[in-house]
């Protein structure tokens, strides 16, 4: 099955923390990169951010990597072809504690 394509990620904080979108994406040798952090997202907040905003090049794998503040990072397991204009976005939600958290993809739309 062919990867599917976004243009964004969403990340919606529903955990008692401050958390941040980061993304970590494959370079063409097969790297893995994290990119830097987005500005703060506090609770019952969203944002949405395309990842080429982060550093992400258009055409790489990428994963929606939860920055937690003071806590556990969470990274998602399924990974996205990011395609820069694409208008489709992957909806996450983290929520839990500092130092246990769950990241969820809601929906793709």
């Not at 394509?5 to 370079?27: C, P």
């Not at 994290?34 to 790489?60: C, F, H, M, W, Y």
Request: charged share 20%; no cysteine; glycine share 10%.
């Amino acid at each position: 099955m062919a990867m599917q394509k976004i243009g964004k990620m969403n990340l919606k904080n529903s955990g008692g923390f401050v958390a941040r979108i980061q993304y970590s994406y494959m370079d063409d040798s097969g790297e893995k990169h994290l990119t830097k952090q987005s500005n703060d997202i506090t609770l019952g907040r969203s944002k949405t951010i395309a990842p080429d905003e982060l550093g992400v090049p258009d055409g790489s794998m990428v994963y929606m990597h939860a920055f937690v503040v003071w806590g556990t990072d969470n990274e998602a397991r399924r990974a996205f072809i990011f395609e820069k204009g694409n208008t489709t976005t992957a909806n996450y939600n983290i929520s839990g504690t500092t130092l246990n958290n769950d990241l969820g993809l809601i929906d793709v739309s």
